[in-house]
């Protein structure tokens, strides 16, 4: 069998997240996405809002409803740069016998080659590249040596303009975010007044 890994800061995390993971779930006959809140993204820096409890809780949560997504608080646990290599190398081992995808956007899936000892990353994952852009995407990896050097599948998925960030905006401007995060997800945040949310927002 098979299972795919799925990092992000989750700050929060929204249908978008859980839309691109069951897409994958359904593509590549998955036995389950793994959910990793990271601590520090590399090439990113640590910009977050919510607190590593909180995002962790909300992404737990959001997926609690679907069988096939777990959670784990791998990268927030090591409390340091959340380097891909490490986190991929450690689900390598403990899942010795599954093929191991890794589920990444399309801004990332540009930064690539940029990747902390992307080499010896590469040959312990086959990468999904979750097109925002299909066609140029394409382009990006069809005029790049480097792809030829990884394994990797370009995966359709709806496109879900939506962005943690602007979950955030909407909720310091008090407009709707309905929709775009799970019920239990803006239960959670109205509950602790996360983003500046209250009980009365819309």
């Known amino acids: 069998m098979s299972i795919a890994l799925y990092g992000g800061s ?14 994958a779930l359904d593509t590549y006959d998955l036995e389950k996405v793994i ?46 740069v959340s380097y891909s290599y490490n986190t991929v190398k450690y689900f390598s081992e403990l899942y010795k016998n599954e ?22 990353l590469a040959k312990l994952v086959t990468f999904i590249f979750v097109a925002r852009d299909e066609e140029d995407l394409y382009k990006v990896v069809e005029g790049d ?26 909720l310091k401007n008090k407009k709707s975010i309905n929709y775009m995060i799970t019920d239990e997800c803006r239960s959670y945040i ?8 209250s009980r009365n927002s819309k």
Request: charged share 30%; proline share 3%; net charge negative.
């Open 35 to 80: 959910f990793i809140p990271s601590y520090i993204t590399p090439l990113k820096g640590r910009e977050l809002e919510a607190s590593d409890e909180n995002r962790f809780e909300m992404t737990k949560l959001s997926t609690k409803g679907n069988l096939k997504f777990e959670v784990s608080d791998y990268e927030i646990s090591n409390e340091g």
């Open 145 to 170: 040596v480097f792809y030829k050097s990884i394994s990797y599948e370009i995966m359709k998925s709806p496109i879900i303009e939506i962005s943690s960030s602007l979950i955030r905006k909407n």
């Open 99 to 120: 093929k191991i995808y890794f589920i990444i956007g399309t801004d990332r899936a540009k930064d690539l080659k940029k990747w902390y000892n992307i080499g010896e």
């Open 10 to 23: 989750f700050d929060p995390i929204h249908i978008g997240h859980l839309i691109t993971a069951e897409t």
């Open 190 to 197: 109205e509950e602790l007044s996360l983003y500046g949310i």
